[in-house]
């Protein structure tokens, strides 16, 4: 019999926190995760980070990438790409390699790219 481990690789996990729902804690993990509830902690992930809509998280966020159309009240730091949604709404700083902000996203913090970005000869 197989493990479900065998089956599913950590890395190709991907997790969610639904609509209505509400946890408090910490979160680590490898492979993604998107949040349509709320949670009150920090995320820190491998993988790429999703805040829904109807999302909302309070506490820092560390990943690969970002993409925000909720609620972070909260440092994200991503080692690729942060992508603001027009809904989003985010409080805290950003450390990121690249940034994408729409229309009608609101952002109130300091942003930091530096030492992040590949070399221009790559």
Known sequence: MKKFTDIVSD????????????ITGDIALKGDFRIDGELIGSIQSEGRIVIGSSG???????????????????????????S??????????????????????????R???TGTLPDAKE
């Open 56 to 82: 909302k998280v309070e506490g820092n966020i560390s990943c690969q990438n970002a993409d925000i159309s909720g609620i972070l009240k909260g440092n994200l730091q991503a080692t690729d790409l942060t």
């Open 111 to 113: 942003c930091d790219m």
């Open 11 to 22: 890395s190709a996990a991907r997790n969610i926190i639904g609509h209505g729902t509400k």
């Open 84 to 109: 603001l949604k027009s809904g989003a709404v985010v409080t805290g700083d950003l450390k990121t390699g690249r940034i994408a902000i729409e229309l009608g996203a609101k952002y109130s913090g």
